[in-house]
């Protein structure tokens, strides 16, 4: 499966901004799917994931009550609310899908080595 992420942009603190993740050339709704983001100089950190047919849902604490992740399946779209953003939500969000089973812990579905497919990153700035 080939994943496009788009909607990035320059913000400022408190805002509000969507994400969004086409997906193609696989079956959509077989892959469970992550946001994960990277900032400057850091490791590839895990954001929120959701299961393939989108009954459960999991974050991170850093975002917790502000970014809410949701699929289409019909659409092949994934997206990534993100409500109240802050300057340290600055970073480049990437989309990711894998077929392995994502609910069992954090140590799994947090883990960037558990999906097999990327999109290309789109990079969210949050400054004043």
């Known amino acids: 499966v080939q994943l496009q992420a788009s909607g990035g942009g320059l913000v400022q603190p408190g805002d509000s901004l969507r994400l969004s993740c086409v997906a193609s050339?696989?079956?959509?709704?077989?892959?469970?799917m992550a946001w994960f983001r990277q900032a400057p100089g850091k490791e590839r950190e895990f954001v929120e994931a959701?299961?393939?047919?989108?009954?459960?849902?999991y974050y991170a604490d850093s975002v917790k009550g502000r970014f809410t992740i949701s699929r289409d399946n019909a659409k092949n779209m994934l997206y990534l609310q993100m409500n109240t953003l802050k300057p340290e939500d600055t970073a480049v969000y990437y989309c990711?899908?894998?077929?392995?089973?994502?609910?069992?812990?954090?140590?799994?579905?947090?883990?960037?080595?558990?999906?097999?497919?990327w999109g290309q990153g789109t990079l969210v700035t949050v400054s004043s």
């Open positions: 990711a899908a894998t077929e392995r089973a994502i609910g069992l812990s954090m140590r799994i579905r947090g883990s960037p080595n558990t999906y097999n497919y």
């Open positions: 050339g696989g079956t959509f709704s077989r892959y469970n």
């Open positions: 959701i299961t393939a047919s989108g009954a459960n849902w």
